[in-house]
C-alpha cells in the first residue's frame, strides 16, 4: 500500500485538523496514512522514517517548513504537495481553503508536478570537508555579532571574480530567487532557468551589483577581512561559523525535488504574492 507522509508546522493552530481532514481523504482513497511524531494523528512515526517511507509527502505550513521536509527526503525523487500555513508561501503555494480538492486531485493521479534544482555547498577547512550541504533556496555569507564590512573574494570555474566588500553575500538557486536574495536587490529567476545567482547584501560600492552564472558553474568563496566573525548559514536551517581560510563550494546538486503545482501558473503568483499591478 502507498504511504501518505504529513508533516506539519509545530504549534500552528490549524495544522491539527487540516492534518485529519487530508488524512481521511487519502485513507478513503486507499493510501496508508503516517505522520511526523509532533502531530496528534493515528499513526505517528520519526520524522526522518516518514520521510524514508513516504510515497506522496503533505507539507502543512510556511516555507521553512517545506524546505526541513526537503532535508529530510535528501535525494528521494517524492512529490511534496504544500498547503501554505505561513506568510509567503512561494514553495507551499496550495490555500488551505483549496487544499482537500486539490489533494482529491493529487490522490487520484490528476495533479502536475515541477522540479526544482538543489545546490550543493561544501565548507572546506584545512583540506576536510566540515559540511556537506544540498540546499533548495541558498547558502549565505553574513556577519554574526557586531555589524562590520566583511570581504568575500568570489571565484567562479578557476577564474578570480571579485572581492565583494558588503555585510555579506547570498548564493541562490532560482527558486531562492525570491528568498533572502530578492530582499537583497536581486532579481527575480522563474524556477525552469537554470542559472546560480550570486547577490551582494549592502555592497560598499555602488558598481557591486547581483551576478547571474550558469547553473553549471563552480562557485568558491572564502573572507578575506574579519573571518572571525563570519557565519555561513543553509537554506536558513544549518549555521556554521568560518574561520580564516575556511572556503565555500558551491554549484549544482545532482537530483531534483518535486512539488506539486496548484491549478495556476508562476506569474500568477508572483503577481498575488508581490502585488503587482496593484494601487
Known sequence: MAVVGIFGKQK???VEALARDLSRLAKAAGWEVWAETSLETDLVMPPADLAARADLVVVLGGDGTLIRVVRLLDDRHVPIFGVNLGFMGYLT??????AAEQFARVLGGGAKTAERVRLQA??????QEL???????DVVVSVFGMSRI???????DGAHVTTCRADGLIVSSPTGSTAYSLSAGGPIVAPGVPAILITPICPHTLTMRPLVVSAESQIRLWVERNPGSVQATFDGQEVEKMQAGDVLQIGRAPGRVLLVQPPRDYF???RAKLKWGQR
Not at 503555494?93 to 483549496?98: G, L, W
Not at 566583511?150 to 567562479?156: A, T
Open 150 to 156: 566583511i570581504e568575500i573574494s568570489i571565484e567562479i
Open 122 to 127: 561544501d565548507l572546506i577547512r584545512d583540506g
Open 12 to 14: 500552528h493552530p490549524d
Open 131 to 137: 559540511v556537506s550541504a544540498k540546499v533548495l533556496n
Open 268 to 270: 500568477q503568483l508572483l
Open 93 to 98: 503555494e496550495f490555500t488551505v481553503e483549496e
